[in-house]
T-cell receptor
Framework: LAKTTQPISMDSYEGQEVNITCSHN???????ITWYQQFPSQGPRFIIQ???TKVTNEVASLFIPADRKSSTLSLPRVSLSDTAVYYC???????FGTGTRLTVIP | DGGITQSPKYLFRKEGQNVTLSCEQN?????MYWYRQDPGQGLRLIYY???????QKGDIAEGYSVSREKKESFPLTVTSAQKNPTAFYLC?????????????FGPGTRLTVT
């Protein structure tokens, strides 16, 4: 199963765009790339999912290059409420890593 | 109002006792999952079930047991064999367990064993 590698933590100022990159060198042909957000003491919440190129929804964009060995979650104009842990999955959605802890600073 | 419920939110037990955590979903999902999360760590898969009366071990199944007698219910029993049971337990479900299906998570149960 494809392992993912993400930065452990990131800081950003409020109002900035944040890009979190995930590496998944061993991604399988049928793997989707899925991102979840988790607040303290809550269950993770689905953010976005893609297979290739670019996907955009009301909260984020997901960029996936042609070789699919990495992906980038883009959060436009973050606010304090975006402070959370973000997980990247590149498997059949069963395996979470340690995620990226994003802290938004006023 | 569809979703996943876990009860109770907080649970306290003495060491050596078995304890069962409840997970119910009314989303008509086939697949259900149990994860464990320790402070500052990611989620680790304990068990998952793709269909009623069937389940598979995840990464850390030792000391845990599950049953899936009904589609909407997937209870987890933490047995006395689990060496470090104190943790945050999360239940999830998805339409199927195939690729591309997002998981919906419950609010979690925080278990403390002393």
């Amino acid at each position: 199963l494809a392992k993912t590698t993400q930065p452990i933590s990131m800081d950003s100022y409020e109002g900035q765009e944040v890009n979190i990159t995930c590496s998944h060198n061993n991604i399988a042909t049928n793997d989707y790339i899925t991102w979840y957000q988790q607040f303290p003491s809550q269950g993770p919440r689905f953010i976005i999912q893609g297979y290739k190129t670019k996907v955009t929804n009301e909260v984020a964009s997901l960029f996936i290059p042609a070789d699919r060995k990495s992906s980038t979650l883009s959060l436009p104009r973050v606010s304090l409420s975006d402070t959370a842990v973000y997980y990247c999955l590149a498997t059949n959605n069963l395996f979470f890593g340690t995620g990226t802890r994003l802290t938004v600073i006023p | 109002d569809g979703g996943i419920t876990q009860s109770p939110k907080y649970l306290f037990r003495k060491e050596g006792q078995n304890v069962t955590l409840s997970c119910e979903q009314n989303l008509n999902h086939d697949a259900m999952y149990w994860y464990r999360q320790d402070p500052g760590q990611g989620l680790r898969l304990i068990y998952y079930s793709q269909i009623v009366n069937d389940f598979q071990k995840g990464d850390i199944a030792e000391g845990y047991s599950v049953s899936r007698e009904k589609k909407e219910s997937f209870p987890l029993t933490v047995t006395s064999a689990q060496k470090n049971p104190t943790a945050f337990y999360l239940c999830a479900s998805s339409e199927t367990s195939g690729v591309g299906y997002e998981q919906y998570f419950g609010p979690g149960t925080r278990l403390t064993v002393t």
